[in-house]
Nanobody, 117 residues
Framework: QVQLVESGGGLVQPGGSLRLSCACSGSLFSIYAMAWYRQAPGKQRELVAA???????TYVDSVKGRFTISRDNVKDTVHLTMNSLKPEDTAVYYC???????????WGQGTQVTVTS
């Protein structure tokens, strides 16, 4: 059974940085495109960054130039480095397969990111 465990969230001031991590167990991690999603209160979950099995990346416009997605196919982990954080980045962040290419795994618990002064 696939298990996704996100970590690294926290409380940060505007302009600050965080690095999120997601450990994926129980799957053929390296062959799938992976993604980070976020869900803010009262809003639908959105895909913010994705990375192919080969390392190609895509980002939603609102995070381009500030967020970087990366993966480690040896450790079966995917990371999201977030710089220049804004209050509108506040959300619960989740990792999963890229929904545009594959069926989703069961969701993990997510990690809360709060950007506030």
């Amino acid at each position: 059974q696939v298990q996704l465990v996100e970590s690294g969230g926290g409380l940060v001031q505007p302009g600050g940085s965080l690095r999120l991590s997601c450990a994926c167990s129980g799957s053929l991690f390296s062959i799938y495109a992976m993604a980070w999603y976020r869900q803010a209160p009262g809003k639908q979950r959105e895909l913010v960054a994705a990375i192919s099995s080969g390392g190609s990346t895509t980002y939603v416009d609102s995070v381009k130039g500030r967020f970087t997605i990366s993966r480690d196919n040896v450790k079966d982990t995917v990371h999201l480095t977030m710089n220049s954080l804004k209050p509108e980045d506040t959300a619960v962040y989740y990792c999963n397969r890229d929904e545009r290419r594959s069926l989703l795994y069961p969701w993990g618990q997510g990690t809360q990111v709060t950007v506030t002064s």
